[in-house]
């Protein structure tokens, strides 16, 4: 109202200006035979040049007003058309990833509570050719999920429905969350085979993108799924497992969301157990030597290498032994000690980067903060700044050095990992071998992505995570081969995004992208390296697009995926720009 307020007023104040004058009160001049001379033509320009001056004035002052007016909470993106109050519709829904890094808004946005629900919004989206993208919830680093036209999130059908204690299986609603899971199955002794590093992710979200855990025995997470509920646009409801269509099972497993909308699945599971995990440094020279024995041994193993130092951080974790129990190794450093190194060179950062002298320090209580937190706080100072990320890196060493040692805990409390904050991540997978014979390249892969990193003086964060796992049955999974004894590792690099600046992010994400791209020129053909589906970032350049197109289909069955999409979804209302991008097919048969 008060817009509208405002510019009626300046609407009326302009009517008076270009108004002209009034005449004079008539009078009765003398008698004159010569008529009077009219005024100069200059000065009605001037009248006219001034009256035209106050308009462009008034105008302007309207205008610079309007845009330093506050806008309210809902105005769209912050900015506005000029003289049109642009707020966001009530019905329209913003939904971004974890890491803010992808964000689309969409007034279809639907939550169903039942598979019955789930079924008619799908048959009515097809007959509708409306758009109903399967979301999960929104960890995927690249957004695979997310749809402008509509999506389908499952939040509300989150279930255990069954759990088959003889046989270790269990029977879930696709909305679930990993941490619902293991703490509604764990009263039955059963959990999940492996996990990823965190666990909000929904099921049917982490299986469909094959995500996965680490050990060179365990396969990824899709390959625990037995069978599998299916909503489809054309054929309805199907179900599917090893034994029930299996080439379409193997398919879907690991589908992208673009197959139908998994509602239920079956999934493998294994007996609770304890796990030591040990975490200790390392170095090159000292991981070539043990390397294959680590793989060999361990239950689970992954390496956090640190960039510009020789420093590599080995945890591993296995069953706890019945006879020898838990280890009696006390840590040589206490918490307090670990960090110490770390709140140092934050401060001594501050000084440097604000000016600000100990006694002026405006700072949080930064003893609260865990290690993650506080690397955060120090990246955010300087994040592309090669010397300072330096420093930083060589702090981590220390804090990992001097946070050696042993813990106990059940496998769904011990598994998992702070990632940290919001971050870019690109992580690809190759394979390595097989578990009686590593090839030792995922070593090689390493060497050379370290030597990149010193040469193009690139300023890389750590950790550099490697993780292996055994392969997949799934036709579209990163690890798939027929071979049960291959294994593959899997590489992701990084870069944080600890600030809210808009321009400093986007710097970031110019480096990050400059980052990827060299390894990408210079490692990814050499190891028939490809990208984990929730973190592939489709090019905008069309050569670069076509060169990524044809890339996948050497490695993946792009036709037959093409085909169950045909088949399954005619009209395309489940995929979104990703996955007409990276597997182009018409909109309709």
């Known amino acids: 109202m008060l817009r509208r307020a405002n510019n009626h007023n300046l609407r009326r104040s302009l009517h008076s200006l270009l108004k002209p004058p009034p005449s004079p009160t008539p009078f009765r001049r003398p008698f004159c035979s010569t008529p009077p001379t009219p005024p100069p033509s200059s000065a009605t320009d001037a009248e006219l040049r001034k009256y035209i001056g106050y308009t462009l004035l008034v105008l302007g002052c309207g205008v610079a007003t309007y845009y330093s007016f506050p806008f309210p909470e809902d105005a769209k993106h912050k900015k506005a058309h000029l003289f049109r109050y642009a707020p966001l519709p009530p019905d329209l829904h913003t939904v971004s990833n974890w890491s803010g890094t992808h964000e689309v808004q969409t007034r279809n946005f639907i939550q169903p509570e039942s598979i019955t629900e789930l079924e008619s919004v799908v048959k009515e989206c097809h007959e509708k050719k409306q758009k109903i993208r399967p979301v999960g919830s929104g960890l995927s680093p690249n957004g695979i999920g997310l749809m402008r036209g509509g999506m389908v999130n499952l939040a509300l059908m989150d279930k255990v429905l069954e759990v088959d204690e003889k046989n270790k299986r269990v029977r879930v609603q696709a909305g679930i969350r990993v941490q619902q899971l293991v703490d509604g199955i764990k009263e039955y002794g059963i959990t999940l085979q492996n996990f990823a590093s965190i666990r909000e992710q929904q099921i049917g979200g982490i299986i469909q993108v094959g995500a996965h855990g680490t050990g060179a025995k365990l396969p990824p997470i899709d390959e625990q799924v037995i069978s599998m509920k299916l909503v489809t646009p054309a054929k309805g409801t199907i179900e599917i497992s090893k034994d029930k269509d299996p080439e379409l099972f193997y398919l879907a497993r690991c589908g992208l969301g673009g197959l139908g909308v998994v509602a239920e699945v079956t999934l493998q599971c294994v007996e609770r157990q304890e796990l030591v995990e040990h975490t200790f440094v390392s170095n090159m020279k000292e991981i070539k030597k043990n390397h294959k024995k680590l793989l060999s041994e361990n239950k689970h193993v992954k390496y956090l290498y640190i960039p510009y130092t020789d420093t590599v951080v080995v945890v591993t974790c296995n069953p706890l032994s019945k006879w020898k129990g838990p280890p009696k190794h006390k840590p040589k450093y206490s918490e307090e000690e670990a960090m110490q190194h770390v709140r140092d060179l934050y401060l001594e950062s501050v000084r440097k980067y604000r000016k600000l002298n100990t006694s002026e320090e405006s700072e949080p209580d930064i003893s609260e903060l865990s290690y993650t937190e506080l690397r955060d706080k120090l990246l955010a100072l300087d994040p592309l700044n090669k010397e300072h990320i330096v420093k930083v890196n060589k702090a981590e060493a220390e804090f990992w050095r001097k946070s050696e040692g042993y813990r106990v805990g059940w496998s769904d409390e011990i598994l998992g990992f702070d990632c940290g ?169």
């Not at 390249?441 to 003086?457: F, G, P, S, V």
């Not at 796992?469 to 590792?489: E, N, R, W």
């Open 421 to 589: 904050g919001q971050q870019w991540v690109s992580e690809t997978c190759f394979p390595a071998g097989t578990l009686s014979k590593p090839s030792m390249k995922d070593l090689e892969y390493i060497e050379q992505l370290m030597q990149l990193i010193e040469k193009q003086n690139l300023p890389a964060p750590a950790p550099i995570e490697q993780r292996w796992t055994a392969s997949s049955k799934s036709l579209m999974s990163p690890a798939y081969s027929s071979s049960s004894d291959d294994i593959f590792s899997w590489v992701g690099i990084i870069m944080y995004l600890p600030t809210s600046d808009a321009r400093q992010r986007k710097e970031i994400t110019e480096e990050f992208f400059h980052y990827r791209q060299l390894t990408q020129k210079s490692l990814w053909d050499q190891y028939s390296a490809y990208e984990h589906w929730a973190k592939i970032e489709v090019p905008k350049d069309k050569d670069e697009l076509a060169a990524l197109q044809a890339r996948l289909r050497k490695r993946f069955p792009v036709d037959a995926y093409n085909e169950a999409r045909r088949e399954l979804d005619p009209n395309i209302i489940l995929s979104n720009n990703i996955l007409q991008k990276l597997f182009p097919i018409t909109e309709t048969v």
